[in-house]
């Protein structure tokens, strides 16, 4: 098993990408801990939160996606409802459900909800955060910068490491529909 990483709410690095929904196991993250980590934000409402073995997928231009699992560490329920990073202009929560017997990808309604003492994995072929309109290429080892915002205002700042990753045959470009060739 690959050592795991959590990377505080107040770190805050550098740029971001997105990638596939899948069914294969992700990358793993890298084993240090970045510089300056810091204690969890904690907000009011729902205590400190924070992720872990955050990543996205490689990319060279339109759509990507992040990935992770995010940590709850207080008694209350936390909600995510949207993000925001230098590397894309609109970023949206997503899903991938079953629809009409094909897998399909789709805004998440309401945000990603974490239990109390609990966790929330963003993952390929899953709940992940998506990019669209990458302002830049997103290549191995790159550091991006990412806000996620909670429901209760309180954000949570990380940074997330690019990777590759080739998934189940995703593309996010528009049009295209998971698990097709696209090659």
Not at 125 to 146: N, R, S, W, Y
Request: net charge negative; proline share 9%.
């Amino acid at each position: 098993m690959f050592p795991r990483r959590i990377v505080p709410s107040t770190v805050l690095l550098a740029a971001l990408t997105l990638g596939g929904c899948g069914g294969q196991q992700p990358p793993a993250a890298p084993a240090a801990a970045p510089a300056g980590a810091a204690a969890p934000a904690t907000s009011a409402a729902t205590g400190a939160v924070s992720i872990t073995d955050p990543w996205v997928k490689t990319a060279r231009k339109g759509m990507s996606a992040a990935f992770g699992t995010l940590v709850n560490n207080s008694d209350a329920e936390v909600t995510v409802v949207s993000g925001s990073s230098p590397l894309s202009p609109k970023i949206e929560l997503h899903e991938v459900v079953e629809s009409g017997g094909k897998m399909v990808m789709r805004p998440k309604e309401g945000g990603f909800v974490i239990p109390p003492r609990g966790t929330h994995q963003l993952q390929p072929g899953g709940d992940h955060i998506m990019l669209m309109d990458l302002a830049q290429e997103v290549k191995p080892g790159a550091e991006i910068a990412f806000t996620l915002t909670l429901k209760d205002g309180s954000t949570l700042e990380f940074t997330a490491v690019g990777k590759d990753f080739a998934g189940g045959k995703e593309d996010y470009q528009p049009g295209m529909k998971m698990g097709e060739d696209n090659s």
